[in-house]
């Protein structure tokens, strides 16, 4: 194990080193380790970060929009590599991550609900994706804590969910038995020499030096100091507030699948584990950073998951939270380079980062060891930002000096 806490002022270097610790930036580091890569992680808390929070559904089909479809290609590419992906991590880690191949039911509540729904399953035939309409009564057949008003819904067969909390502990896990350097400090502020990012020194003053950097800090990506602001990342936290119930043996099973709806424009979701913790998510609150719970937003939650599944209200409510999304102006992420040399972005994977995990450590460790992004990660540069902020050049990088 590499694990780093140095507080030294010495410079350490690397081949490569990613500013983020939660699961983007774990994937990064792990595949880029496998490869041979000298490989660090900075982040006062690695295996943090918004998969804390995270229900760690594997929702390419069920959260299909309107005008993503290229982000679906990435969804869709993302949750084929799943079942190979979980294997590898937990035999890496010796760690299971809570992978379950149980399916999603969307539900109608009401008729605008059942419209609604309806135009989703036409667009999801349309892309060609594996979606069944059923009737009510088939719906609580599936699951019969469904309250009778259910009106129809889609079963989505290859919809699956994952625990992101048991996820980030594996990745961190196969890191550290790939040798990877954990600095557990934060990253102050980044440094350019001759008009290349050559490291960064954390808020002790360590430096910390790497021929490539990979910056993936979720939502806070864009916070970076010392990066040219042409470079930093357009991405803004979206706040979610996420509930946890625990379902009591004698309940069990109270739910076989994740079941969503929406209910008054709202998403929610209830994402069942084996363990019996019941995820219930999620608000989707333009806040900036502010991560308190509220009563409103909890209350909200509950009305809308008691609508569906009325029994929920027996449970114990064992852990309310809420975490910050790193949104992007298209809702997909920004992988790949950037125009100031050594400095590659994994951020802003928005409402996908646990679903997009395995694409993007392959199409990141891809980029360390060739220069190349794979076909599947090309749509998704920096660069097409370029002018409005990312991608508009890095000409006038600021030069840092730093030991
Ligand atoms: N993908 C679920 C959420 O962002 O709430």
Redesign the pocket.
Known sequence: MSSASSSSSSTRAYDVLVIGGGIIGLVTAWRAAQRGLRTAVVDPEPGGGAARV??G?L?AVT?LHYGEETLLGLNLASARRYPEFVAELEAASGLDTGYRTCGTLAVALDSDDRAHLRELHAFQEKCGLASEWLGGRDCRRLEPMLAPGVRGGLRVDGDHQIDPRRMAAALLAACERAGVALHRMWAERLSVRGGRAVGVVAADGTALAADQLVLAGGSMSGRLAGVPDEVLPPVRPVK?QVLRLTVPRRYAPFLSRTVRAVVRGG?V?LVPRENGELVV??T?EELGWDTTVTAGGVYELLRDAHELVPGITELPLTETRAGL?PGSPDNAPLLGPTPLPGLHLATGH???GVLLTPVTGDAMAALLTTGELPEVARPFTPSRFAGAGVGAGAGDAREEQHA
């Open positions: 995270a229900a559904m929702a959260e979610g998403h979701y998510g999620a989707s999304r928005f409402r996908n």
